[in-house]
Structures are given as C-alpha cells and as structure tokens.
C-alpha cells in the first residue's frame, strides 16, 4: 500500500528523507475507498483490528470486514438523510463501532466529530450548537446517554441520537440494527474534494471554549510519517497507542497511517487504566510496537517487568509530555528499548521527530519532521541560534504540508492570529541544540521570566516529578519586585507524602529540583493542592492557577 503513495520508502538519514520523501496524493482522495477498501481488494483476509475488552471479550477484524461494515454504516447513515458535509459526533470510547462509523462517514463525504465521553451537558450544548451537529453516535453508558438527553432541548441541530448495544432509549436509532437492516452500499456519485473538511476536533486549550479544528480528506496521508517512520511499522506490526477514541491521539496511532503502512492496530475497550492492563497485552497479543505518554510508562517501570513476556515488544514511542531521562534509562535496562519520542498538536501531525535511523536523546522531542518548513522565531521574528528559546512556527509560503489543518472552523479571527503570513504559529516554545535536537520549553504564555532567565515550566515539572512526594503537578510564574518573576510549584502530594506537607518537604523538593536541573530554575514558591484545574482533555489550566494567585 505504502508503494501506492510513496516513490521510495525505506530512508537511511533525515537529509537523506528530507531530499526524497513525497507523497502522490491522488485525486479527490477517500481513505475509506483509497486504503480500506483497495486492502479489502487486495489482501481480504489481512488482519486490520485485534480488539479486546475487559470482560474476556477478543474479535480479530479483517480488511474485508472493515469495508462491509463501513458500507453498512454508509448507507445507514445515508438512510437517515446524513450525506456530504453533515456533521455526526462519535462518542464511542474504545468500542469497534468507532472504525465501522468514521471510515462509513468518510465514505459519504460527511464530517466525522470525534468526542470523549466525559463531556457533561454543557459541554455537549456548546458542540452541537458551534458545529451545527446533525447526530450522535455514543456507547451505551447510561451516563453519557443522560447527558445527551439532558442537552436535547438546547441542541436543535440534532436530528439522531444514536446507541451501540445494549436497551435503545426511547427516542433513540440503534446502530446494530441499522447496519443489519441497511442496504446495499453504492459509492456516490461525488463524495469529496480534497479539500473538503472531513474531521473536526474540539481541542480544549487552557483559557476560553474549545476551539474547532478541522481537516480536509488529505490528513491521512500525513499520517504515513506517522505510523511509518515514527512508530517504524510495517505489515507484520501489531501496534497499541494508548488513547482513548474521542482524542486526535486515536487516530494518530489506531487509523490512518498504521492502516496505509499495512499494520494492525491493537484496541483495549476497558473502562480503567493500570499498568498491568498494558503488560498482560503486550504478553498475550504478542503486541510489536506500542505509543504512549511518559506517565504511562513511569507506572509501567514501577512494576516488575522481567515477570511478563515482552519479547514480541520491537519498538516503543511516546509523546504528550517531557519524557524524564530517569525513565528512559529504567525502561531500557528492563527491555532494551529506546524510547523515541515525537511532538505535535491537533492541529498538525508529528512536526518533530525522533526517526528510527536516530539516536535518541532522552527529554528531546526529535528533529524537524521534513515534511513541514519548520522554525524557530524570536518575539520580534528572527530565526533563532542554537541554544537560544524560540516559537516553533511552521512556513507555508513554498507549500501546504499534508497534515496542516485548515483553519478553526467558524472562528476567521481565531486563525488570523495565529496562521496569518503564510506562517503558523504552533504557541509551543523550543530550542534547539547543536546536534539540531529540539527541546520543548513551553507555551509561549507560560514561560517564565526571572531575573534575565527565561525557563520553561515543563523543564520544572520534569524535575520535580522525579521526586517521590510528586504525583502530579504546575510550574507558572509570579510577579516579584526584584527578579520580575519567580518559579511558583504547584503540587499534588503522593499518599504517602500528605501527612508530611510542611517547610521542611518544601525544601527537600527545592533542593531535589536544584540537583537535577540547572539551579536557577528551583521553585521559590510552593503550594500543596488536593488537585489541579484542567481541561476536559487534562491540560492543566495553568492560567487559572495565576489568575487565582492575582
């Protein structure tokens, strides 16, 4: 498949990528018809889903059956008076449905929504009513139903709720019904341009409403650097991400560009994490390739690896946050696996890199990923040298990479301040070093100024979350008289921990911060919490927790 969009595949260096990556993009592309269904074509029989539950539940989903039960979506969905440009919110956690529905919605040229299930009713109003949602498609959980239901007479966009399993509420369209009794599919006459919108994603950002992201039919193609030359994959991968479906996280590892390099993806519908959910996977599926956050795998080190069967394990990747050398190294010795991290944002796909033919450096996110035009920009908008701290801004004046959203939907203004130029401004500050590795310091609001310095809260809460007292927490800056700003922690205490959270704890985690990363950068300030404000996606609310010290 991959041979169907790329030129050449395999790469020896990111020079060597740079000068030979490129994608044909194909002419009103569809990855439901493109990738589903040509594998369908092709290899029938190819394992494309190995879906597990908690409740001992396993289903090995083929190509073949990924396109006769999208089609039946298609045409169910055709069959309420869904079609092009309609959009339909997936509230579907980890269940099969999810890939039935979206690769269905793309097959009709529809915009597919996807959402978690922690949304209360105010959440779901304001997405119905800023996005004009025509249906709902969600799990059958009693609770996110009530909140459906709670939000109906504020939503008079919503035509369809619809459930998966389980007792159809009266009111309500059952899905498996639907697709049992649908007809036969026949793809439409005009499905979609190119640059039609195909998904849109409400990301939380730390202040205001979600924004609307959204992208056009090509997006899966950039996610062939994805699955291909980040999580290294191939036909024989079996790969799990960590990620729930209602996050742009799913499918960047459980869709599009491990489907087009010929992987599996592995899906655990389970209802809470621990590490021992992920281990047992690994040891049972016989999983090849695995992508999550550093906190999962700080609770995965804590557990006696060597008492689980990894050896089917090849390749791990992370991304979401500072990865802590302490963590990298202690992973490694268990397995001998070099944790490769990446960096991106709902609004792209990976823009850096740590590429397979790399040495990893532990807390870097990687280099520039080759298919975007990529800077660094002081404030007054100089390239920055190595070393020096600068916006990762992303050029677009030579071309549009593949990946790069289109805008924020309905909101003109919102993406004139940040895409304006020809040059998008990502918000994330970085710097890089003089082997060309970049370095995520922070938002650009939420970098601090002291005393000429100017420090990243993630290098902070790298260091502080290396002591054993730290569950969890939030470096911002506060105003001082004589150094401008001084480094403020806010931290929620481990349960051993809260009995003992007077001055004394307090320097202790001041002096641990002063031995692991440069001095300046200890917190002078600390405040114990029982928790921290955060987004419905967990972003913590950094600016919540200044507005409250004002």
């Known amino acids: 498949m991959l041979e169907k969009f790329l030129k050449q595949t395999s790469f020896t260096s990111t020079q060597d990528f740079a000068e030979n990556y490129h994608v044909h993009i194909p002419e009103n592309f569809n990855f439901g018809y493109d990738v589903v269904d040509q594998w369908a074509k092709t290899n029938p029989e190819k394992r ?53 529905a979206v690769i269905g919605l793309h097959k009709i040229g529809a915009i597919a929504i996807p959402a978690t299930h922690l949304l209360t009713k105010k959440d779901i109003v304001y997405r119905n ?178 008492e689980y069967d990894l050896s089917s394990l090849k390749y791990c990747t992370t991304a979401g946050e500072a990865l802590n050398p302490s963590v990298f190294e202690a992973f490694y010795k268990s397995t001998g696996i070099k944790m490769m991290e990446a ?65 924020y939907y309905r909101d003109e203004a919102l993406t004139k301040q940040v895409y304006h130029n020809d040059i998008y401004h990502t918000g994330d500050m970085a710097w890089r070093d003089e082997d060309g590795y970049y370095w995520f310091v922070g938002r650009t609001d939420d970098v601090i100024k002291s005393s000429g310095y100017r420090i990243g809260p993630f290098e902070v809460e790298s260091a502080l979350m290396t002591h054993p007292a730290v569950v969890e927490c939030a470096v911002t800056g506060v105003p001082d008289d004589i150094r401008g700003q001084v480094v403020k922690a806010t931290i929620v205490l481990a349960k051993d921990y809260k009995d003992k959270a007077d001055d004394h704890l307090k320097h202790e985690i001041q002096n641990h911060v002063k031995s692991v990363t440069a001095p300046y950068k200890y917190p002078r300030i600390i405040e114990f919490v029982e928790e921290l404000p955060k987004t419905i996606s967990g972003k913590i609310k950094r600016a919540e927790i200044r507005k409250q010290e004002k």
């Open 48 to 100: 494309a889903i190995c879906w597990a539950n908690d409740q001992g539940e396993h289903i090995d989903f083929t190509f073949a059956d990924i396109k006769e039960q999208s089609d039946r979506a298609a045409s169910y969905f055709q069959s309420l008076g869904i079609g092009k440009g309609d959009k339909v919110m997936l509230i579907l956690k980890r269940r099969y449905e999810f890939w039935f």
């Open 129 to 306: 009513n800023a996005a004009d949602i025509k249906a709902i498609v969600c799990v059958d959980d009693a609770v996110v139903i009530e909140h459906i239901n709670a939000a109906m007479a504020e939503s008079p966009s919503v035509k369809f709720r619809i459930s998966c399993g389980g007792e159809t509420p009266s009111g309500w369209e059952n899905f498996h019904e639907g697709l049992k009794s649908a007809n036969s599919f026949s793809k439409p006459q005009h499905v979609n341009s190119n640059d039609d919108v195909s998904l849109l994603y409400f990301t939380s950002g730390t202040t205001g409403e979600p924004k609307m992201v959204i992208h056009d039919f090509t997006y899966p193609l950039g996610h062939i650097v994805t699955a291909k030359y980040w999580h290294n994959l191939d036909e024989n991968s079996l790969h799990l991400t960590v990620a729930d479906t209602g996050w742009a996280k799913a499918v960047w590892g459980k869709l599009y560009g491990q489907w087009i390099a010929g992987a599996a993806v592995m899906v655990y519908d389970h209802e809470k994490f621990t590490p021992q959910i992920v281990l047992n996977l690994i040891q049972e599926f016989k999983i090849t390739s695995f992508c999550a956050p550093p906190t999962v795998y700080r609770f995965m080190i804590r557990e006696n690896l060597s």
């Open 343 to 407: 960096f991106g944002q709902t609004e792209t796909t990976p823009t850096i890199i740590t590429f397979p033919w790399m040495e990893p450096k532990p807390g870097s996110m990687g280099v520039p990923n080759p298919a975007y035009d990529m800077d660094l920009i002081s404030l007054d908008g100089r390239s920055v040298e190595d070393g020096e701290v600068g916006e990762v801004v992303i050029n677009t004046d030579k071309f549009k990479p593949l990946g790069l959203f289109m805008g």
